[in-house]
């Protein structure tokens, strides 16, 4: 099951296009220094009699404004919307946040298809197949609207089709340009398909529905190969951290393995492991009700594998890659775990669960070792694992930590490159300290009020010694609580931009 809204993404160019003529919903200029010089662009202006020009000299005074146009005789877009360029020097996030909101302008006039001339301005250090990938995904996935639980008020994307008008672009740079815009469309689309998982309902997202999901999944993409594991086969395999989380439910644990193989044969694969508790309530040691609704997007770290794997397989990505989605429920009965219970991990090592509301580092801990079968070269775990990032770092940046340094800059620089931004926290020796007790191995909380995300970190080390690994912690950025609760399908970008560039060795 892939989750795309666009059916398809267009480039063309002005130079054997012209404006005038283009049909589509909503036609949106960019205006820079540049677009006065447009041969396209004054043929627009010139129909419009130089209502366009006097309307951007009027009306666009700072960077990011903008104004709707209703139709203008002898111009075949239905609507057209000038915005104001942003200066080369404007950070990233202003540039993505200014096509999302085109993208949902053009969902909220009900335009079936949306054309974006953009000029070929890029913030200071990208270029225009930068700008371009970027519009693609970041229209793809903004032109996204969740119904699939509601029936009398229920509003579909409008929009179904994206075109990128270029300038001057021709042969080599055209067809990289449209590469581009498809590794953008297909990056969306992971996006999409993380957002999707995250915003069902919990009661509609079981890790038995998403079981069935993820082996639909090779319907879409023959070429990923996926293998389930239940609690019988996990209790074999010893995953009895794993399994303590989900004892309290009466909805059973499933474990999904994708393989994904476009690489050469000898390459060892990178492993992406995620959380996947479906709901959380925190167990014994329950949680407070208020925003407790919001623990449906606990399972955002299985929903990025999810997004990213399609990702990868619908560019045909020449890497290698095997993604866990590790799904539980977290619940509060007679059978569930309690504090003070000890369990013993896949890896042999005892665990003390001083508190069940510590779950998400349990069902990684298992998930860790198990992936130790593949030999892979690098291995990534994305979860929603502590309130204590969203202090350290806000909203805006994910939390990484790391055993290999090397790991950790290239998971910053993706996010820098993509926009999906994270930042790396210190794992020292000295906060390992955290998981001792006297009646375990480990324990699964330690430290008090202090470092809670890199505890947490410092504890699933414990499970990783055998091989390169980095933790990314995305309770702050894999949701948001306003203006709207609602999945934001990070961190997919970061992700896929780091396995594409194939930059990790």
Known sequence: ????????????????????????????????????????????????????????????????????????????????????????????????????????????????DLSIMSGAVSPSGKDELWLIEMIAKTVESNVYIFSETKNKTAKKPSVKKLTIVTTGLKGTDLTKAKAAAKKGYAIGEGVNTAKYLGDLPAN??????????????TKDFPKLK?????????????????????????????????EYKGGKPSEKPVALVGKGVTFDTGGVSIKPSPAMDEMKWDMCGAATVFGVMSTLARVNANVNVVGVMACAENMCSSTATKPGDVVTSMSGQTIEILNTDAEGRLILADALTYVGKYKPSHVIDMATLTGAV?????????????????????????????????????????????????????????????????????????????????????????SHSSPIKAGTGRPVPLLSE????????
């Open 1 to 112: 099951m892939a989750y795309k809204v666009l059916n398809n993404i267009g480039l063309i160019d002005t130079s054997t296009n012209a404006l005038t003529s283009l049909k589509t919903g909503l036609l949106v200029i960019v205006v820079n220094k540049d677009t006065n010089k447009d041969s396209a662009f004054k043929d627009l202006n010139k129909v419009s009699k130089s209502y366009i020009s006097k309307t951007i000299a009027s009306h666009l005074k700072d960077s990011g404004s903008s104004i709707l146009l209703p139709k203008i005789d002898g111009i075949e877009a239905e609507n057209i919307m000038l915005v104001k360029g942003l200066d080369t020097s404007a950070p990233m996030h202003k540039w993505i946040s200014s096509y999302q909101a085109i993208a949902k302008k053009a969902n909220s006039i009900n335009a079936k």
């Open 204 to 217: 509609h997202c079981t890790p038995r529905i998403i079981e069935r999901k993820v082996k639909a999944m």
């Open 226 to 258: 996926v293998k389930s594991f239940n609690e019988k086969d996990l209790e074999k395999m010893g995953m009895g951290s794993f399994l303590s989380v989900s004892r309290g439910s009466a909805e059973p644990a499933r474990m999904m393995v994708i």
């Open 390 to 478: 969203v202090v350290a770092l806000g909203r805006h940046a994910s939390g990484v930590m790391a055993n290999d340094q090397h790991l950790a800059d290239m998971i910053i620089d993706a996010g820098e490159e993509s926009g999906d931004r994270a930042w790396q926290l210190p794992l020292w020796d000295e906060h390992q300290s955290c998981t001792k007790t006297r009646y375990a191995d480990l324990a699964n909380i330690g430290g008090g009020r202090e470092a809670g995300t890199i505890h947490a970190a410092a504890f699933l080390s414990k499970f990783t010694n055998d091989y390169k690994w980095a933790h990314i912690d995305i309770a702050a950025t894999a």
């Open 498 to 505: 780091l396995l594409l560039s194939k930059k990790l060795k």
